[in-house]
């Protein structure tokens, strides 16, 4: 046995750590959770240990500066031997509690003992004893003894002792976390902002001692940390100890929030003092390194950092400020953040800067945190002081200076416009309008507008509704018109964002008098111009060129449409079939446009191909992949199953179950869509080559790909359509089954001639064509030969006219499309769910909403801008995808409209644009993580977070703040939120459209607040329903209530409504789909769908089953919904419905 010294404490640490893993190791039968607990019991009192160790040295090393009183080296004696002593026990209980996991240990080791023994060794037992060892030696020996209030007092600033100090506590907090994770959230969260702010107070530190600060300021700032630091420690292990007591939580969290409040944020009077003096005197001093190196360069931006959070954290938390104010506030945001990007990019482009603007960045860094720092919260409500308005102003003018200089390093767009969106302006007008009716006819005093001004300015923008509704066609013919039109839409969207941010609290004084007046002269004007046109004929009527689709339209399934190419498609199934026995890739490489996908479609779909090879997959790689995605693609092609069960496999299970399912199997494995190497570099081992002849085909635009990924591979280039085939494909488009018209032969063939053989500039110039009056034909003929050759590039023009084309309300809908991921289908319902959300569905007379919306998605499939990829088994379209390079095409517009701003993951820390977007969406890369970013965006009204695939994303990985304007928050895939349903959300009073996912079922009785939701969708991760408070009766534009996807076939997931005073309570009018958890036994079940006179889409599931098995009312009476179209039940095993 080994002997433990008692004063070799980290030995004598490390070595009880290095036991438990042992133990741990030894017993596999469910007790690491308990190993897990006393390791972090222990690393605890080893940060205790560490401080209290390095506390009586420095003692030590003072105490030879002592005067020579007899009363002083008492006082010193006797506290340094009260700190041996705490010290030596720390050890003693430690070195026993190693001793004990030995003796355990070797128990295990010399009996061997099989499952049926370890009756004898109660390992549970043992843990907790060990455990409760600790915490009565915290509570007595520690707590209770004074030794922190005489800690305390020996606080006196030493820099390597506090650094140290931070970084144990915040391991230690790290773990902690993990541990209330699910258990306590509050907790749980105020731990975590623990963390962070020790973290700012290390890299406050740190750079202090970068740029020169000693003497009395950085002293003041070592001791402020120090006891900072001690107290939190206190507070951590008081948590831990007695984390099975539930008002300990409570106290527990209010400490620690008090702590952060009072002693580390600029709050309090004496800490803002503390931290302005450090960084003032870091402006005098001589900094001992220069920012030109690297290390530095990370510490300075590190520092910036948390300064942004600081700036962020306000303008989150009190948003009614003067506008003044709060406009200072936001061009500091964004100064201050390019600074970080500045710092955190290549070392190259910071060393092209001149050693002036270097030590500049350094002074503005510093004048930064004094400024934030100095903004008090009362300040800023009422207006800042001459001194600190004159700063903030400065350090404004100064951040642009240096933005100018570096200018020739990083191009910055500007950001001085609000940057309004120009697509679906009159959508986003008939926002404002139905915003300003319900003001108007409400009774509530929830705002301080007149009702007077909410009249006038609501009779001024119905005029201007009617006037730009009337202009519609004309505008882009006219100069005047469009530059009136763009007026009007500026002050209609200023006037919607005062009144939109008035209704989440942030009230402006007077803020509507100016929009008011601005609102009237644009009245005036149109007026004017609009009697102009009329009487003076300044502008001709335009001769609408383009009609709408039918609603009805036969949609064909994608992959049926293939016209020609049938020599390349029995060439490339003789390249599957025939050829070297070995593993063999086949690549079909082309233009954009050029069909590859469609003829891979068929050759994989082809009857020999599919009884030569035992094994078939399809993966669509695209330029956003990880190896999980590819993998769990192909695994499910393969066995048929749900992704979901693959989701969570580690990485190396997943590629070890892909091989062995390979294993011996000739297997055919499409790759479609590759952009590079890497994606087949991480597929590569997990594709056994057992010489049966399987093959890999891909497609791909890039024809030296299969010849890096196999240098003997030929790749095959894809030819384009002969002038017969564009001819054949084109009228297919235009005409169906039918001739050709005579007297529109020949400018048919004028079309085909100039589509040069690609098959998607033919099947767009259909879609223009098949939507234009006839007369009009020759016309876009003479406009469209001028631009389609052969490139991507006049692919793009061909692009452009389609959407020119496009009527005005069909527009955003399709640019809405690049929010989703390239060359994955999209579920139509969500889509027409958020399309109506988004303000882009015109309520039509007679048609609901999602009618409308799917007439519009019809509409667009016609035009051969959508394709339709599934079919509903009762008709309709189930999912539909774009053509990747009209998501191209769509993802530039969109950005240059101003319309929708598409992020990938990587690429949120160093976005340099302007922060007042509209919509934002965030995609999935090839790197997985947290999605760090210090973005704001004040104005934000949509978040669309799509599937990051492989890991599950919380609350915790999206660090940047959501604006309270949000009408859609979209969180989709693997995202789900925490343990409870968040709180934030409740105050999003705008929100139309909701996708959210969290761990426990019940949802807050202010969920009412939401007064405008029409969608709530429930993204499921557990098998849990949802309960719905009593007021969701109250809820009347709810439209639909579903829990989507549902993974678990045999266990329905839905939403369980409140059934007392069902009586009472008032109809769900509105509600069109509604996914139904409820106990079918119950009388409860018919008086909930009594209340649910407009359901269209119903989904009932059982719950309860063993309850209600043999007891059940075998009639469901559902003849009283007379306007269901779908029904669907589970668990409802004889049951007849009527």
Avoid at 33 to 57: A, H, N, P, Q
Avoid at 648 to 672: C, G, P, S, T
Wanted: charged share 25%; hydrophobic share 40%; aromatic share 8%.
């Amino acid at each position: 046995m080994m002997n433990i010294s008692s004063d070799s404490s980290t030995n004598c640490f490390d070595f009880a750590l290095d036991r438990l893993e042992s133990f741990n190791q030894s017993f596999k039968y469910g007790y690491d959770f308990s190993f897990w607990e006393l390791k972090v019991g222990i690393s605890l009192l080893k940060t205790f240990d560490m401080y209290i160790r390095k506390c009586r040295r420095r003692r030590s090393s003072q105490d030879t500066r002592l005067e020579n009183e007899m009363e002083d080296r008492g006082n010193a004696k006797s506290d340094s031997l009260r700190l041996s002593s705490i010290s030596f026990k720390i050890q003693d209980l430690v070195s026993g509690i190693s001793l004990g996991l030995e003796y355990t240990l070797s128990r295990c080791n010399d009996d061997q003992p099989d499952e049926s023994d370890f009756s004898d060794i109660d390992v549970d037992c043992e843990c907790a004893r060990y455990e409760e060892n600790m915490r009565c030696f915290f509570e007595t020996d520690i707590k209770e003894s004074g030794i922190i209030d005489l800690l305390l007092c020996y606080s006196l600033g030493d820099l390597q002792l506090v650094i140290d100090f931070i970084d144990s506590i915040s391991e230690n907090l790290k773990h902690l976390c993990k541990c209330y994770y699910g258990v306590d959230e509050a907790l749980n969260t105020v731990m975590e902002t623990l963390e962070e702010k020790l973290m700012f107070l290390k890299s406050f530190i740190r750079f202090a001692t970068l740029q020169g600060v000693e003497g009395q300021q950085l002293k003041d700032l070592l001791v402020h940390v120090e006891v900072v630091a001690l107290n939190a420690a206190s507070l951590i292990c008081g948590s831990w100890f007695k984390r099975n007591d539930q008002l300990a939580y409570k106290e527990m969290e209010s400490e620690i929030s008090q702590l952060i409040h009072k002693k580390i944020d600029s709050f309090d009077p004496q800490v803002r003092e503390t931290y302005i003096n450090v960084l003032t005197a870091s402006k005098l001093s001589r900094p001992s390194y220069t920012l030109a190196m690297k290390k530095n360069k990370h510490l300075v931006a590190e520092f910036i950092d948390y300064l942004m959070r600081s700036l962020m954290k306000l303008l989150e938390s009190y948003p009614s400020f003067p506008v003044p104010v709060k406009d200072q506030m936001l061009k500091l945001h964004e100064g201050v953040r390019f600074l970080i990007i500045l710092l955190s990019r290549q070392q190259e482009k910071f060393d092209e800067l001149n050693d002036e603007m270097k030590n500049c960045i350094g002074f503005v860094v510093s004048d930064a945190g004094i400024v934030i720092f100095s903004l008090s919260v009362n300040e800023m409500k009422e207006g800042l002081c001459n001194e600190t308005g004159l700063a903030l102003s400065r350090l404004v003018e100064v951040l642009k200076l240096v933005i100018a200089e570096v200018g020739h390093i990083y191009a910055l767009p500007s950001s001085s416009s609000l940057g309004f969106p120009r697509t679906n302006e009159l959508g986003s007008l008939d926002f404002l309008l139905e915003t300003l009716k319900e003001l108007a006819s409400s009774t509530a005093d929830s705002i301080a507008f007149s009702n007077n001004q909410i009249h006038t300015i609501l009779e001024d923008l119905v005029l201007l509704r009617s006037f730009l509704g009337n202009i519609v066609e004309q505008r882009n013919q006219n100069e005047k018109l469009q530059a009136l039109w763009s007026r009007i839409m500026k002050v209609a969207y200023s006037a919607e964002l005062e009144i939109d941010s008035a209704l989440v609290g942030d009230l402006r004084e007077h803020c509507l008098d100016a929009v008011a007046g601005d609102i009237k002269l644009m009245r005036i004007e149109a007026e004017g111009i609009y009697n102009s046109i009329r009487y003076d004929g300044e502008t001709q009527r335009v001769t609408k060129t383009t009609i709408d689709m039918p609603s009805q339209v036969t949609v064909p399934i994608s992959s049926e449409a293939l016209v020609g190419l049938n020599d390349e498609v029995e060439s490339i199934i003789d390249r599957l079939l025939r050829g070297s026995e070995q593993l063999d890739i086949v690549a079909i490489v082309g233009m954009p446009g050029l069909g590859k996908t469609t003829i891979v479609n068929k050759v994989y779909s082809d009857p020999s191909v599919k009884f030569h090879f035992h094994v078939h997959a399809w993966c669509c790689v695209s330029q956003a992949y990880s190896k999980r995605s590819l993998s769990v693609q192909i695994l499910c092609c393969i066995d048929g199953g749900s992704s979901i069960q693959y989701l969570e496999m580690n990485e190396d299970d997943m590629a070890d179950k892909l091989h062995k399912f390979l294993k011996r199997n000739r297997y055919l494995i499409v790759l479609d869509d590759v952009w590079d190497i890497d994606g087949w570099d991480l597929l590569k081992h997990s594709l056994p080559d057992d010489c049966n002849r399987s093959r890999i085909l891909l497609t791909s635009r890039f024809q030296d790909l299969s010849l890096q990924m196999k240098p003997d591979s030929k790749p095959h280039h894809l030819r384009p359509l002969t002038s017969k085939e564009s001819l054949e494909l084109l009228q297919k488009k235009l005409f169906g089954k039918q001739d050709c018209p005579p007297t529109l032969s020949e400018v048919v063939l004028h079309v085909a001639k100039y589509c040069k053989g690609l098959p998607l500039a033919v099947i767009l110039v259909a879609g223009i064509l098949a939507t234009t009056q006839q007369d009009s034909w020759e016309e876009v003929a003479r406009c469209l030969s001028s631009t389609i050759f052969v490139d991507s590039e006049h692919c793009m023009e061909t692009l452009e006219h389609s959407y020119n084309y496009l009527p005005d309300y069909l527009k955003p809908c399709l640019l809405y499309l690049s929010a989703f991921q390239e060359d994955r289908d999209i579920p139509v319902r969500e889509l027409l769910w958020l399309w109506i959300s988004e303000g882009f569905v015109q309520q039509t007379n007679g048609k609901s909403l999602e009618d409308v919306a799917d007439e519009y998605l019809m509409d667009l499939i016609g035009r051969s801008l959508v394709m339709a990829t599934q079919q509903r088994s009762l008709g309709g379209i189930k999912t539909c995808r774009i053509h990747d390079l009209v998501h191209e095409f769509c993802l530039a517009k969109a950005k240059e409209e101003r319309f929708l701003q598409i992020f990938h993951a990587d690429d949120l820390p160093t976005f340099t644009g302007p922060c007042y977007l509209h919509r934002l969406c965030i995609c999935p890369t090839t790197s997985e993580g947290p999605l760090n970013s210090s973005l704001f965006f004040p104005n934000l009204r949509s978040v669309l977070l799509f599937d990051f695939g492989s890991l599950p994303l919380d609350r915790s990985s999206v660090k940047f703040p959501l604006s309270k304007l949000l009408r859609v928050l979209h969180l989709g895939g693997r995202f789900y939120w925490g343990t409870c349903f968040p709180r934030e959300v409740l105050f999003f009073v705008h929100l139309r459209y909701l996708k959210i996912a969290w761990q426990k079922g019940e949802i807050p009785s202010a969920i009412v607040n939401l007064s405008r939701l029409e969608t709530f969708v429930v993204g499921r991760r557990l098998t849990i329903n949802y309960l719905l408070p009593n007021t969701v009766w109250n809820m009347k534009t709810l439209r639909h209530l579903v829990v989507f996807p549902n993974y678990v076939p045999n266990y329905g997931i839905g939403f369980r409504f409140p059934i007392d005073n069902l009586e009472g309570s008032p109809d769900l009018k509105h509600l069109d789909t509604l996914t139904l958890a409820i106990d079918p036994s119950s009388r409860s079940l018919q008086k909930i769908l009594s209340k649910l006179p407009s359901i269209r889409r119903l989904t009932c599931l059982e719950v309860n089953r063993r309850a209600s098995a043999g007891n059940h009312n075998d009639i469901l009476v559902l003849n009283y919904l007379s306007f269901l179209e779908s029904l669907k039940l589970s668990g409802f095993a004889g049951y007849e419905s009527r």
